[in-house]
């Protein structure tokens, strides 16, 4: 943890989300609006009539033209959620090339920069809150997921990085780092690696929380200034597990991997 320094006390928050049309994303930026705060929401899916605006995170442009409309709608950002990403992955004699890159595109290379696009703002007002929702795998790494579980590990590198870089400026960043939960997220799931789509698709669907109770947590942890979000039980046991007990972690992943392999052939 560290010291978090207030948001301004006379003015609603200013909260940019990106990936905010559904799932997790619409649950932050709901969870941001009873707050009270004003929230920009923003997707690649534009929704005119639920006030969502286009911002595709692959795109320079948009994030260029995004930043700019926050300067002369706000004069300011207090908090940047950088929500937006795609489940993935497969086994590594499976998935290919172009779905590493789809990956490291989106959900890697779209938090860096949303990150740098408003960097120079956050250093300019010396204030700011940085959020990037990575997963559980970015500090768990179950077979069959290399390339998401490598993108969301990067994921809490370049938050940990940012926050080193920018707490001389009062600002402070946050990741977000959730098991499964019940979220539209494998609707647009793509990959060669059915075996892994069907058991990734039975974990969302069974899992006990949905995204407003993820969404609750995450507010809360970030008001107690955790730096490392692990909002539900089964991450925290998860994380845990292999923090304390690297040879039981192992054996588990490694069922695991058997598993997986078991319902592919």
Request: hydrophobic share 45%; aromatic share 4%; net charge negative.
């Amino acid at each position: 943890m560290t010291d978090q320094p207030p948001l301004h006390p006379d003015r609603p928050a200013r909260v940019l989300v990106t990936g905010a049309a559904s799932g997790l994303g619409a649950a932050l930026a709901r969870a941001w609006e009873e707050r009270g705060a004003e929230v920009l929401r923003t997707d690649r899916a534009t929704d005119e009539a639920a006030g969502v605006r286009r911002l595709d995170v692959t795109s320079d442009a948009d994030w260029a033209a995004t930043r700019q409309h926050v300067e002369q709608t706000w004069g300011g950002l207090d908090v940047l959620v950088n929500n937006a990403g795609i489940a993935g992955g497969g086994r590594l004699d499976v998935a290919g090339m172009d779905e590493w890159q789809r990956l490291v595109e989106v959900n890697l290379l779209g938090a860096v920069r949303g990150t740098a696009s408003f960097t120079p703002l956050f250093k300019r007002q010396r204030s700011g809150r940085i959020v990037n929702v990575a997963s559980l795998a970015g500090l768990v790494h179950p077979a069959g997921m290399a390339g998401y579980n490598a993108t969301k590990a990067a994921v809490v590198a370049l938050t940990e990085t940012t926050g080193h870089e920018l707490a001389a400026y009062g600002v402070t960043a946050h990741v977000v780092c959730p098991s499964y939960f019940r979220t539209n997220l494998m609707a647009g799931v793509e990959g060669r690696d059915t075996a892994l789509r069907e058991v990734m698709a039975r974990l969302v669907e069974n899992a006990p929380l949905g995204a407003d109770d993820i969404a609750a947590a995450v507010l809360a942890a970030i008001d107690d200034g955790v730096e490392v979000i692990l909002p539900d039980p089964a991450a925290r046991a998860a994380y845990e597990l292999k923090r304390t007990d690297r040879a039981a972690y192992d054996a588990t992943m490694r069922a695991q991997a058997r598993k997986l392999d078991e319902a592919a052939n």
